[in-house]
């Protein structure tokens, strides 16, 4: 495998954790908030991988097979909380509110689970080069 093809493919791991990362906060940044409808409600966002395994699914400037991309992001297809709070100006005429369907301790964990994976990827360049560097330094002598 050539360095460029392995830079290429731990890049794409990391542009796709990020990804992942970045929805993880905004889940988190709106896990208090209420609606009207069920309909209305904030459900957490997933995002969902596709692996990069031919050239028909090369695209975005990336040359070289292996690696992944975000395909989409989709609901998180759990149900959201229906909380009685008759006072709030939100509330339905049952004095419903629909709360987001997200899950603060699910939500750090998959923040860890990313952040993790984001540095696998970055141990795969730094092992990677220090290989190159060693390789040169046996051909210098």
Known sequence: MSF?????????GMNAQ???????ASNLANAGVVAGTDAGAFRAKRPV????MDNAMLGAGN?????????SIIDDPKPVKQVFEPN??????????????VTEIEELIEMMDASRAYQ???????TAKQLMSRTLEVIKV
């Open 4 to 12: 460029e093809r392995l830079m290429s493919i731990a890049g794409t």
């Open 63 to 71: 040359g070289f097979e292996g690696g992944v991309h975000v395909e």
């Open 120 to 126: 696998n990827n970055i141990e795969v360049i730094s």
């Open 88 to 101: 709030n100006p939100l509330a339905d005429e049952n004095g419903y509110v629909y709360a987001s369907n």
């Open 18 to 24: 990020l990804v992942r990362m970045n929805t993880t």
């Open 49 to 52: 991988f596709q692996t990069l």
